[in-house]
């Protein structure tokens, strides 16, 4: 697997077409490429951010939280939350390289997932074109943030079942499945970097294991991908704790 940084200007909420940036930075794409993309330039150019002196942040976070846990719950002074169908803090809002905003995620990821593919799949005439929209979260019991999981994906399969295939001495496997598109964001965020390296985008290539669709994902695929808490190997853990109810419905 071959992952390449790309460097950009700084993106800005001055900055409003996502297309506009892709266009002047983006490589000419190989077929069977996979394009990522940080949250936080969709968001800027969605427009999708408050300035930091028009709200409270805590309020924000709730806000933008299916569920969340007091900061005194935390020895760190943060807000623990669920969005997304993922555990995080601050409901992904942040206020780094924003410039005097706080950034919340895409209004709808996947919607921006599907038109950034469906862009570069006709500019770049390939038809096997896959996009990962990105963002970094933290691990229990790990030092340090990582791209633990993508927004959204499109153009390929995000999992890769092993379930009824055998192992290498022929025992057929249970459980295991391959998050393929979590797998790359990490990647992906690993060579983007996380402070002033300026390179919001990143291509993939090289992937011989995944699995590419020439669609956007169906809802059925999409739907999929989340696991209720009644099925959660951490189910005991997360319901050991009394979660608080935000603002999002997502």
Known sequence: MKVTAIKTKKITPK???????????????????????TSK????????????????????IIKEAEYYLPRTSSKYNVLLTIKGNAINFSSGVDESNSKGYYTMWPKDSQKSANRIRDHLVKKYKKKNIGVIITDTASVPLRWGQRGVFVLAHSGFAALNSYIGK???????????????????G?????????????????????????KFQQRNPTKKELQMLKMPLSDDLYAPLLKAVKWRKGGSKT
């Open 15 to 37: 900055d409003s077409d996502i297309f506009e940036i892709l266009d002047k930075y983006l490589p000419p794409l190989k077929d069977r490429s996979v394009v990522a993309v």
């Open 41 to 60: 330039i969709v968001s800027l150019c969605e427009g999708n951010v408050v300035k930091e002196n028009e709200i409270d942040k805590d309020t924000l």
């Open 166 to 184: 055998p192992d290498i001495f022929g025992r057929l496997l249970k459980m295991t499945s391959a998050s393929i598109s979590d797998a790359m």
């Open 186 to 210: 990490t990647s992906a965020v690993l060579v983007m970097g996380e402070g002033a390296e300026q390179t919001p985008l990143a291509v993939i290539e090289d992937i011989p294991f995944v």
